[in-house]
């Protein structure tokens, strides 16, 4: 076969999984939505798909259900595999038959989520967030976490679980609206956010090389945990920022 046809296939398979894992990315917050279309509409107002800017940053956050009992932030993942990881640790695994491969924990992805979003309701100190991991039921969860990770089929469960009052329903109505104005998901361009968080993980690498703490800025220093050496924050406890050494 000529060198030129060979490429040409190869490009085509490479397009066809890109779109294919756009299309499973999609399908899967497909799915959320309208599970959470199904939640009572006089406690639970729900916000598909928005993107925020606070600051240097952007976050691009799945779903956002503002409730009598606070705000939800919801992020889906689509991977299939085992996937196992810690509350603080720095990257997950997804496990494939043998095949591993590291993903960045989403809890501190969506921690990173809820701390734009406090920012653009800094109106709003005292409500609380509550952080949902939602995984297709094509993995197998297998992580040891006090933040919620679960599958699509049990999140409106998940959600129902919490029941402590803590807005009115003015302030829901505030919140909703201002999310609402504020998102910038039409003028959204993803090539510039991704640019973004390169520079933001230049940044931290940086921060790291010259031993500072990429949240805070205070040293770094070594730490020894229970199961592993890592990379601590001087400023513990008031920051818990950690770095796992590989
Ligand atoms: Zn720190």
Same mark, same amino acid.
């Given at each position: ?8 296939? #190869? %490009?085509?398979?490479?397009? *066809? ?6 299309? +499973? /990315?999609? $399908?899967?917050?497909?799915?959320? =939505? ?31 259900? #503002? %409730?009598?009992?606070?705000? *939800? ?6 991977? +299939? /595999?085992? $996937?196992?990881?810690?509350?603080? =640790? ?157």
């Amino acid at each position: 076969m000529p060198i030129v046809l060979l490429l040409f296939f #190869i %490009s085509l398979i490479v397009l *066809f999984k890109l779109y294919q894992a756009d299309l +499973k /990315g999609a $399908i899967g917050e497909q799915n959320v =939505s309208l599970r959470l279309r199904s939640l009572d509409k006089s406690k639970y107002k729900v916000i598909n798909n928005v993107v925020l800017q606070a600051g240097e940053y952007t976050s691009q956050i799945d779903h956002i259900v #503002i %409730s009598d009992y606070g705000v *939800f932030v919801i992020e889906t993942k689509n991977y +299939k /595999g085992w $996937i196992l990881g810690h509350e603080q =640790s720095e990257y997950w695994t997804q496990v494939i038959f043998k095949r591993k491969e590291k993903l960045y924990n989403p809890i501190r992805q969506n921690l990173g989520h809820i701390s734009t979003l406090k920012k653009c309701l800094a109106a709003y100190p005292t409500i609380p967030y509550h952080s949902i991991i939602v995984f297709s039921s094509r993995a197998t969860i297998k992580v040891t976490t006090t933040t919620d990770v679960v599958y699509t089929s049990q999140l409106l469960r998940t959600i129902k679980q919490y029941t402590n009052f803590n807005l009115t329903e003015q302030e829901k109505e505030n919140i909703f609206e201002a999310i609402k104005a504020m998102n910038s998901i039409a003028t959204y361009d993803k090539k510039k956010h991704v640019q973004s968080i390169q520079q933001r993980i230049e940044k931290r690498k940086n921060a790291i090389r010259d031993h500072k703490c990429p949240q805070c800025g205070s040293d770094l220093i070594l730490r020894k945990g229970k199961f592993s050496t890592f990379l601590g924050c001087t400023h513990y406890p008031k920051c818990t920022h950690t770095i796992q050494l590989q």
